[in-house]
């Protein structure tokens, strides 16, 4: 079974920057799993961030990015702000119309 | 802006059945741009995707969920629906409604409810 692998935590300082990665168990990430992050914060539903890879979503600050990174999906908070305190999710497609979350990074900005 | 809403029992007794519905408002789930789909969240824990299904009835299930899942859509009422059977308390967790755009991400998120699994 793929599990899709994510930092369980990560630090920042307030206008730091800041890397989180989305991988597989096997084999690595690319355009065609179609890698999309959620932001959450405790007693809310997710939010989405960003999708197809690198597109933010309506209303997401510019110093969210999405890209490739070796061979992973990673999520760039470039100027980090307190706000941005939360768990991060990243999504992919598996194929044959099956979609996993990754385990979650939660990120603290200190 | 299309927004959604999850609705059903919030306590299901062990072995039984967890029935949820997601009401969508300001637009039909026949848009053909969405796929619409369920999420839930055990309590401190991640995300795990359930299924999706497309108004036509066209349906994709987690592999780990797909003998106990059923997804169902009422275009009538502008409804769609998540049937879990034989639920164990493993089954207790936050269950989000969403809207997938082109089947490539989730756009649209319901506010979630908490269903939990005791007797």
């Known amino acids: 079974q793929t599990v899709v692998t994510q930092e369980p935590s990560f630090s920042v300082s307030p206008g730091g920057t800041v890397t989180l990665t989305c991988g597989l168990s096997?084999?690595?990430?690319?355009?065609?799993?179609?890698p999309s992050w959620y932001q959450q914060t405790p007693g809310q539903a997710p939010r989405t961030v960003i999708y197809?890879?690198?597109t933010r979503s309506s209303g997401v600050p510019a110093r969210f990015s999405g890209s490739l990174l070796g061979n992973k999906a990673a999520l760039t908070i470039t100027g980090a702000q307190a706000d941005d305190e939360s768990n991060y999710y990243c999504?992919?497609?598996?194929?044959?119309?099956?979609?996993?979350f990754g385990g979650g990074t939660k990120l603290a900005v200190l | 802006q299309l927004q959604l809403k999850e609705s059903g029992p919030g306590l299901v007794k062990p072995s039984e059945t967890l029935s949820l519905t997601c009401s969508a408002s300001?637009?039909?789930?026949?848009?053909?741009?969405?796929?619409w789909g369920w999420i839930r969240q055990p309590p401190g824990k991640g995300l795990e995707w359930i299924g999706n299904?497309?108004?036509?009835?066209?349906?994709n299930y987690n592999p780990s969920l797909k003998s106990r899942v059923t997804l169902s859509a009422d275009t009538s009422e502008n409804q769609f629906s998540l049937k879990l059977t034989s639920v164990t308390a493993a089954d207790t967790a936050i269950y989000f409604c969403?809207?997938?755009?082109?089947?490539?991400?989730?756009?649209?998120w319901g506010q979630g409810i908490l269903v939990t699994v005791s007797s």
């Open positions: 999504m992919l497609f598996l194929g044959s119309g099956i979609w996993v």
């Open positions: 300001g637009g039909p789930i026949t848009s053909s741009s969405y796929y």
């Open positions: 096997s084999g690595s990430v690319s355009t065609n799993h179609y």
């Open positions: 197809n890879t690198i």
């Open positions: 969403g809207g997938w755009f082109g089947d490539l991400f989730i756009d649209f």
């Open positions: 299904i497309y108004h036509t009835g066209s349906t």
